[in-house]
């Protein structure tokens, strides 16, 4: 079963920055799409930023040029880096990555969230 375990999530206060780590473990397959997504009080999950194998991303309007997606495919880690942050940001952060398994079927991931909080 694949596990994602996060970390680096924090209070911090507006435009400061932070780093978040997901490390992937348990599949025999390649995870196509390594990413994060978050969801702040009252509102749906939606995505961060992704990336993937080949090195493509794609990044929520707001954060484009304030946050970084990153992955180092030999540890199966997924990083963000963030910056200029603000109150706006604060959510919680959810690693997230999808394979195909052996059949071919997609399947995706979720972590178990890390809460990033920006004070104004």
């Known amino acids: 079963q694949v596990q994602l375990v996060e970390s680096g999530g924090g209070l911090v206060q507006t435009g400061g920055s932070l780093k978040l780590s997901c490390a992937a473990s348990?599949?025999?397959?390649?995870?196509?799409?390594m990413g994060w997504y978050r969801r702040a009080p009252g509102k749906q999950r939606e995505l961060v930023a992704t990336?993937?194998?080949?090195?493509?991303?794609d990044y929520k309007d707001s954060v484009r040029g304030r946050f970084t997606v990153s992955r180092d495919n030999a540890k199966d880690t997924v990083y963000l880096e963030m910056h200029s942050l603000k109150p706006e940001d604060t959510a919680v952060y959810y690693c997230?990555?999808?394979?195909?398994?052996?059949?071919?079927?997609?399947?995706?991931?979720w972590g178990q969230g890390t809460q990033v909080t920006v004070s104004s």
């Open positions: 997230y990555v999808d394979l195909y398994d052996f059949a071919a079927n997609p399947r995706n991931f």
């Open positions: 348990g599949s025999p397959f390649s995870f196509y799409h």
């Open positions: 990336m993937s194998t080949a090195g493509r991303t």
